[in-house]
Every structure is written in C-alpha cells, then in structure tokens.
C-alpha cells in the first residue's frame, strides 16, 4: 500500500519510521516545515513528500484537534475514493461528529484512532520505529466497513502495537479523561507547590512518576480538555472528592479512616494490575 502520514511530529514520526522499519508499504510525508520533510527523506524515514493525496490508501492525519478537522475537511474530495483515512487525536467524539459524514459521502472511509503511546517530548526529533510497541490501538470503527477495519487492523500489529481496542468515540472520550487526561492535570498541579523549590536530593522514583507527564505541550492539552470537559469535569470532581477522605482522616487524626482508604486502594490497584496481565 501507499501510507500518506500527515504531520510528522512525535507520533507522526514514529508511524513513518515503524512503516518503514516494519513493512514493505511505500510511505510519503505531509508537513508545514520544509525542513522537517527533507530530514525525514535523508534519513529515509519516508520515501517522498506526498504532492497529491489520490495515490493514498491510507491517510493517517497525526495533527492537533482542530487542525485536523481542518485538514479532514479541506481535502474531503482529494482522497482516494475506497481508501481509509484515520486519525490520532486524543479525543474521538468532536473528530468524528466533525468530518466522518463528510469524508465518507466522498467515498472514502473515516475509522477514528488513538495510538496509546508518547512520549514526553514532541517534534519529529523524538520520534522512534518501536515507540507503538506493545501498545494499545483504540479505534471507533463506526459502521465502517469491515475488510477496511481489517486492513486497518492488520497496519498497526505489523507496526508493533500489542493490541486493538474497538469502542464507540463517546465511551474512549469518557475512559480517556481518567486514564490520561486527569493524570496530566494532577501532574501539572502537583507540581506546582512551593516545596517543589526544595526538592533537589530529596526526590525519587515517586516524585518523578507523578511529575513526569507535567511537561506537556500546553498548546495540544488546552486543545484536548477543553473539547472533552464534561468527562473531565466529571473526574476532577471524583478526586477532588477521595482528595478530601484523606484530608478529613488527616485532620482528625483517624488512623482507622486513613488506613481503611489506604488499603482500598491497594486492593483496586492490584486488581487493575491483575486485569492488565
């Protein structure tokens, strides 16, 4: 097949050199910058810069939210008729209300996606052949026909991704804003106490695991909360109210409270360790 990957960023990159490590499909590039598209050919990360998308059967568009629709959008009639066009976004509702009914009344297949798996640098300098390895591939196939879900399938194991996950955009919406998103807003608000100015020689593996995420790009997460806030809301809401048991059995010096939140958790966390094996 011919893979068009539009935006070669961190996740873009790392699609076009899994491509190219991987299999045997021809793999073209779109970007805004120059430069980045003749470093991705020197380093045959992609075989060219894509000039027409027609000659597309797969068109990954790795770009923010907005620009992505934008993109879907602009070149609706300029896709392949019969091919697959899919997405990396973070947020699947407002990506797919946004352009799958336009794009497939040109003929060609919308399968929104999310690739669980980053990093916490972007730009195409940090992209990696085996960042997708072993990871999860959430897809809202949608009604779409069945050999393109197949075919679409099939990409992302050879590309080193561990498993598939099919759901509906509104449930990974729902499921993302816990497992993702709220992670990076504790992140980012954690980190933000006056004690961080002391914590040279007294951190470890603890303080770098909840503060890791917190160096984010703020242009792509203000993107992504704001056009999924009400089940972010939702999860705000839920921690800050279990923030409050601990602080209630803090304050009142209940060590039978702090002690039976305590070993809830443990409990909940070694079940979800169970179910990810």
């Not at 960023?9 to 805004?32: R, W």
């Not at 561990?162 to 804003?177: L, Q």
């Not at 004690?195 to 242009?219: C, M, Y």
């Amino acid at each position: 097949m011919v893979i068009t990957v539009v935006g070669l960023g961190l996740i873009g990159g790392s699609f076009c050199k899994a491509i190219k490590e991987k299999t045997n499909h021809t793999c073209l590039g779109v970007d805004l910058s120059e430069d980045v598209i003749k470093k991705a050919i020197s380093e045959k990360t992609i075989d060219g810069e894509c000039k027409d998308l027609s000659v597309s059967d797969i068109t990954i568009i790795c770009l923010y939210p907005e620009a992505t629709v934008e993109f879907i959008l602009n070149n609706k009639e300029k896709f392949k008729k019969g091919s697959i066009v899919t997405d990396v976004c973070g947020i699947k509702e407002y990506i797919v209300s946004s352009v799958k009914n336009d794009v497939e009344e040109c003929g060609v297949t919308f399968i929104g996606a999310h690739p669980m798996a980053g990093r916490e640098f972007s730009g195409y300098a940090y992209s990696l052949s085996d960042l997708y390895k072993n990871a999860s591939f959430i897809m809202t196939p949608e009604n779409a026909p069945e050999d393109a879900v197949s075919t679409l399938e099939k990409l992302v194991l050879d590309l080193g991704f561990g498993k598939v996950v099919k759901t509906t955009p509104r449930e990974h919406d729902e499921i993302i804003a816990y497992t993702s998103q709220l992670a990076h807003i504790v992140s980012s608000a954690y980190i933000k106490s006056p004690t961080l100015q002391k914590e040279v020689g007294f951190s470890a593996g603890s303080f770098k695991d909840l503060t890791r995420v917190a160096k984010l790009n703020e242009d792509m997460w203000t993107s992504l909360f704001i056009k999924n806030k009400e089940p972010l809301i939702f999860e705000i809401k839920e921690i800050t109210e279990r923030l409050s048991e601990y602080l209630n059995a803090l304050e009142n010096e209940d060590s039978a409270l702090m002690r039976e939140l305590l070993k809830n958790g443990r409990i909940l966390k070694e079940k979800s360790i169970e179910k990810n094996k």
